[in-house]
């Protein structure tokens, strides 16, 4: 079973519609990240979570909100999405205790705003 | 400004050669560094990562770290086909809790 799981895995959306994708893990790391990946921009972070009661935003969270329900789930809203924010969406996690910052991924949704 | 840097690609090299991937960053402070395969429309796999200076080897994967020049680079022996994919370099900013990801290399492995 995949350690980090996302959903939906593939959602069209029309601009204007409010949508939410879901990241669950089974790491047990406290840590959470919300990414999107653009073709030729690499990845950028959106928001990211420490903890459940710690949400901070990352370099691009204009558009976006999450929200932290439990140390394992972490959910990113867009709340009017926008042609612009269609991209592939991924979230992460790592293990803050272990002082690395390593991140593992989940598989991604693809979003397509039209 | 990028504040990690790769060149882009692709980068093609024979099956069975060694490919060389390079990665500069900008942050002095940064301590840790990770390597993520990424295959077309498929997720960042960790392959690699190195928080001192010199090489760390797992496999047919070796990683060297030179802090003072700032320079990080991903060494794959023998090359495979399915080894074909997207490297992309990360390295943790100065607080730790945030990575920066560089673009990415493709890489192509001919058979």
């Known amino acids: 079973d995949a350690d980090v799981t996302q959903t939906p895995r593939n959602r069209i959306t029309k601009t204007g519609k409010r949508i939410m994708l879901e990241c669950s893990q089974t790491k047990g790391h406290d840590r959470m990240y919300w990414y999107r990946q653009d073709p030729g921009l690499g990845l950028r972070l959106i928001y990211y979570s420490f903890d459940v009661k710690d949400i901070n935003k990352g370099e691009i969270s204009d558009g976006y909100s999450v929200s932290r329900q439990a140390q394992a789930k972490f959910s990113l809203s867009l709340e009017s999405a926008i042609p612009n924010q269609t991209a592939l969406y991924f979230c992460?996690?790592?293990?803050?205790?272990?002082?690395?910052?390593?991140?593992?991924f989940g598989p991604g949704t693809r979003l397509t705003v039209t | 400004q990028k504040e990690v840097e790769q060149n882009s690609g692709p980068l093609s090299v024979p099956e069975g050669a060694i490919a060389s991937l390079n990665c500069t960053y900008s942050d002095r402070v940064s301590q840790s560094f990770f390597w993520y395969r990424q295959y077309s429309g498929k997720s960042p796999e960790l392959i690699m990562s190195i928080y001192s200076n010199g090489d760390k080897e797992d496999g047919r994967f070796t990683a060297q770290l030179n802090k003072a020049s700032q320079y990080v680079s991903l060494l794959i022996r023998d090359s495979q086909p399915s080894d074909s994919a997207t490297y992309l370099c990360a390295a943790n900013n100065n607080a730790g809790n945030m990575l920066t990801f560089g673009g990415g290399t493709r890489l192509m492995v001919k058979p």
């Open positions: 992460a996690t790592s293990d803050g205790a272990a002082g690395r910052n390593e991140q593992y």
